[in-house]
């Protein structure tokens, strides 16, 4: 008589999303990076998510104090977009590494390469990566299109990916640095672990 083992349920995980802009903020007009990081995750993750979102002015200060709060308040994955390029006002990487206990740079090299599929201007894009404590912080691009791009990657007309994304590395960071098991919805974006990290679904 063969045995079944039920796999433990997934944990709810919290993921703080950050859109950093003076003019949105300040209601100049509607910002569209924190249903753009929302939709996506929703999409890409199969564990329950509960979001902690954060509208906030171009103010290193200001970042660094929410960058903070919600690592603090248990997020193991905090998500910023916008505020990465040249303008004087484009303070995110500044503001996010002030946070930082480690720097983790293949992150931005990843979305560089990914967004120079597109627009030459990608090399002034200035996307960091750290980790606070027990917490994965990524800057992100202020684009919607874009913040899907560097998440998913690219993949040809038949669905095969061309380009991973950076959240194929996400989940196993996450393991690494003692945060809950993220299980990725594979046909949006497949995560990658070692054998012996994966839980067979």
Same mark, same amino acid.
């Given at each position: 008589?063969?045995?079944?083992y ?7 995980v919290?993921?703080?999303? +950050? ?9 100049? @007009? ?11 995750? &929703?999409?890409?993750?199969?564990n329950? *998510? ?5 509208l906030?002015?171009d ?9 903070i709060?919600l ?12 505020? &990465? ?5 484009? +303070?995110?990487?500044?503001? &996010? $590494? ?10 931005g ?9 597109? +627009?030459?201007?990608a090399? $002034? ?13 990524i800057?992100?691009?202020g ?18 990916? *061309? +380009?991973?994304g ?5 989940? @196993?960071?996450?393991?690494l640095?003692g945060?809950? @098991?993220?299980? &990725? ?17």
């Open positions: 008589m063969s045995e079944t039920n796999l433990p349920p997934l944990d709810t919290k993921i703080g999303i +950050v859109s950093i802009s003076d003019r949105a903020s300040s209601g100049v @007009y509607e910002d569209k990076g924190l249903p753009a990081l929302q939709d996506w995750l &929703t999409r890409a993750l199969e329950p *998510v509960q979001f902690e979102a954060s906030i002015p103010e290193a200060p200001t970042i660094s104090a929410t960058l709060a690592v603090d308040a248990g997020c193991c994955l905090v998500l910023t977009t916008g505020g &990465t390029g040249p303008a004087l006002r484009d +303070v995110t990487p500044e503001a &996010t $590494l002030a946070v930082a206990h480690k720097e983790m740079p293949g992150f090299e990843q979305m560089r390469q990914i967004s120079l599929k597109f +627009v030459p201007t090399i $002034l894009s200035r996307q960091v990566a750290v980790i606070r404590d027990q917490s994965l912080i800057n992100l691009p684009q919607p299109k874009a913040i899907a791009e560097t998440l998913e990657g690219l993949k040809d007309a038949n669905g095969q990916q *061309v +380009v991973n950076i959240f194929a590395a996400v989940p @196993y960071c996450i393991d640095i945060g809950p @098991y993220l299980q &990725t919805v594979d046909t949006v974006c497949k995560s990658f672990r070692p054998k012996n990290a994966t839980r067979n679904k």
